[in-house]
Every structure is written in structure tokens, then in C-alpha cells.
């Protein structure tokens, strides 16, 4: 598989970083999205004269990926201003830019398009921030969950029934992966992972589209425990889901939404003690109230993330639902001064 391909020019780079330091992921895209207070025209492109070449029938609004083609200038100034935060590794638009997931929108044609200037659109905000303070920054291909789940039936009437096949997720994220590499994306982060075996499936895409491309490019990987049973979805532990990923040889390994870092750490911790690669952790800026918001402040949030620096848990940090520009300063400062998690050697 990857073994036998040559490692891309990244790997080095992430690796030096990484010995040195905790690397910082940036923040939330839906955040900072929401408060553009985009409408309909803008989504379509319409308001911006960036109209998308792709037609549905159905409403766009709260399709956020579709901002990379009608809205490039908003999304680029986004990753820019993670950058500037002190963002080291900056991730793509593109949570949900599978065949699959924008099926909801009837945008499936858009889907090569999405990938491609998506990596792209980081790219540019990355060299713009890098021009300014000669920082190498790194592009994080995100491909998210999809909306279906491949271990569970969606019907209780039905156990046996599922949404989608393992077949169906392999060729949607191998559309996908491939996008993003031809985009010029450094890493694949594979994340928001509530059902393993759909995260096997973007796995086996990857490495596929990797193989096609010829290099092999640093993988993350990131699960979500969804509540205080400390499991994901289809119901793993942080352990269980390590030795079921793990032979994907992932440069990180982590965790990320659902849970803020306070609730997060125990997770952290089991995750830490197991895997024998790095570890990135991204949590949410604690959890949502009665009206969907987040009100967990960037120095509070920087400060509970400072913990899993100061116990030794993590090599990569950021933030996920909630967590703004002022987060990732945050945090970046917090844990500046702690040496990143030593990956443990295991005979």
C-alpha cells in the first residue's frame, strides 16, 4: 500500500515542526461563515458575480462548501485570518464536498470543482500569510463524515437496512481525496469520525488516491466521542478506535467536536496512552446553549487546551465547533511554552 510510495515533501517539514513543538490547527469555518450573514444570492453566487457553473433546483443557503466557488474572496480572508491567528496546519472548506453529503443540495456535479479550489483557495491565504512573516504553513484536505453511516441502520424498524454501502463512501471520498491532492492539499485529515467504518472507507480512498498521485501524504485522522459513554457512535472506545485505524499508519490520531475540552481530556488521555503516533485535538469552544451558540471565551477555552499540553497529551491543537480567530491566538500562546507529547515506543 503507501509503504512503497515515496513521502511527499510535507512529511519532512510537519515532522521537524512537530519535533519541536506543538503544532496549532485552526479554528471553526461554520462560525465564522454564520456571521457573514450570507443569503441565497450569495450562496448561488449571484451577489458576488461568481455564479456556480453547476445547476440545482434546490436552495443553497447553508451550503457552505459551495462558498468556495461563488464566494472565494470571503472564504480565502477566513483562512487568512487562522493563519494570522498562528495557525501552522489550515483547513479546507470542504467538510462536505462528497457526492454524498451534497446530494442534499442536488450539487453532486460540483464535487470535483469543490476539492480542487478548495485546497486552492487555502493555499493562496496560506502564501499571503507566509509572505508577511515567512511562516511555512501547511493545507489540511478536510473531509468530513458524510451524513449517512455505513454501521447502523437509520431505521429502527428495520435494523438490517443501511443508508449506504462501504462501496458508495470508497468512491465518493476517492472523488474527493483526489480533488483536494490535484488542489494541492499537503495533508488528508479525516475527521469528525462518528462511525469507524466509514472512516475505513475514506482510509481505503485515500490510499488509493495517493497511489494514483504517487506520493504519500500525512494522514489524520480524528474521531468523535459523542457523549459521556466515552464512545463514538457505533460505539468504540478511544482505544478500539485507535487499534481499528491504526493500521493506516496515520501521522496524527485525535479527537475533535462534540464534546468542549474539559469533557474532552479523559478520552484525550486514554487515546494518548495507546497510540504510537502523533496526537491532535481539536475541541469544540464548550457546548452549545439553548440557542445553538457557543459562549465559551477564547482564554477559557486556551486554558483547559494548556492542560492536555501541560500533562504531555498533544503534538497538534485547534479547535472545532465555536472556536474563532481570537481562539486559535489564544491557544497558541497557551500552549507555546510546552514540549509537544513524546509518541510512545511500544515493542
Known amino acids: 500500500m503507501t509503504g512503497r510510495l515515496i513521502p511527499s515533501p510535507a512529511f519532512d517539514a510537519l515532522n521537524r515542526a512537530a519535533s519541536e513543538r506543538i503544532l496549532i490547527l ?38 457552505n462548501d459551495l462558498l468556495i466557488l461563488t464566494q472565494p474572496q470571503a472564504v480565502e480572508e477566513i483562512h487568512y485570518r487562522y493563519a494570522i491567528a498562528g495557525a501552522d496546519i489550515v483547513e479546507t472548506n470542504t ?47 478536510a473531509i468530513g463524515p458524510t451524513n449517512r453511516t455505513a454501521s447502523m441502520s437509520p431505521d429502527v424498524n428495520d435494523p438490517g437496512f443501511r ?42 480512498a485515500c490510499i488509493e488516491a495517493m497511489e494514483a498521485h504517487g506520493q504519500r501524504l500525512p494522514m489524520m485522522i480524528s474521531g468523535t466521542i459523542t457523549d459521556a459513554s466515552g464512545r463514538t457512535l457505533s460505539g468504540q472506545t478511544p482505544t478500539a478506535f485507535w487499534y481499528s485505524v491504526r493500521h493506516a499508519n496515520p501521522w496524527t490520531i485525535g479527537l475533535n467536536c462534540a464534546l468542549g475540552a474539559a469533557a474532552m481530556r479523559p ?24 440557542f445553538g ?4 471565551g477564547p482564554d477559557d477555552t486556551a486554558v483547559q487546551v494548556a492542560e492536555f499540553a501541560r500533562e504531555g497529551l498533544v503534538n497538534v491543537v485547534g479547535g472545532c465547533c465555536g472556536t474563532t480567530p481570537d481562539h486559535i491566538r489564544a491557544i497558541a500562546r497557551a500552549v507555546k511554552g510546552f514540549a509537544p507529547r513524546k509518541v510512545p515506543a511500544y515493542a
Open 26 to 63: 485552526d479554528g471553526a469555518m461554520g462560525t465564522q461563515i454564520q456571521q457573514l450573514g450570507l443569503g441565497e444570492d450569495d450562496y448561488t453566487g449571484h451577489g458576488s458575480g461568481h455564479v456556480c457553473r453547476h445547476h440545482s433546483e434546490h436552495p443553497q443557503t447553508g451550503n
Open 95 to 141: 467538510f462536505s464536498a462528497t457526492t454524498i453529503a451534497q446530494a442534499d443540495y442536488g450539487m453532486q456535479s460540483a464535487v470535483h470543482d469543490l476539492n480542487v479550489e478548495g485546497a486552492r483557495v487555502v493555499r493562496r491565504a496560506l502564501d499571503r500569510a507566509t509572505a508577511e512573516d515567512g511562516r511555512p504553513r501547511f493545507v489540511a484536505g
Open 163 to 204: 443508508a449506504v454501502s462501504f462501496d458508495d463512501l470508497r468512491r465518493a471520498y476517492l472523488q474527493q481525496a483526489k480533488g483536494l491532492i490535484e488542489g494541492g492539499a499537503d495533508i488528508l485529515l479525516i475527521e469528525t469520525i462518528f462511525d469507524t467504518l466509514n472512516a475505513k472507507a475514506a482510509i481505503f
Open 267 to 290: 478520552h484525550l488521555a486514554e487515546l494518548s496512552g495507546v497510540a504510537e503516533t502523533l496526537i491532535c485535538a481539536y475541541p469544540n469552544a464548550g457546548l452549545p446553549n439553548a
Open 293 to 296: 451558540q457557543y459562549d465559551e
